[in-house]
């Protein structure tokens, strides 16, 4: 009965451990896109959080703006 309506993300720029390399394909130090996302629900409770690493050099941003003009 929970339904997702508002969210917010935040991305940030990392390098990969050596840990997470192996998973990743990648060489340790190489460079991350990370985006953590909050998702709430229609009473404004947290229903969803997530941390996603991002390979950077297999991945780009694609942003859209929308202005609002106010008199």
């Not at 998973?23 to 229609?42: C, F, K, M, N, T």
């Not at 991945?59 to 202005?67: P, R, S, T």
Request: charged residues 25%; glycine residues 6%; aromatic residues 4%.
């Amino acid at each position: 009965g929970r339904i997702p309506t508002a969210g917010t993300a935040t991305i940030t720029a990392d390098t990969v451990e050596k840990a997470e390399a192996k998973l990743l394909a990648v060489s340790p130090g190489a460079a991350l896109l990370v985006e953590r996302r909050l998702i709430a629900d229609q009473n404004g409770r947290p229903l969803e959080l997530t941390e996603t690493r991002y390979v950077a050099e297999r991945y780009a941003l694609d942003v859209d703006f929308v202005v609002e003009v106010t008199a």
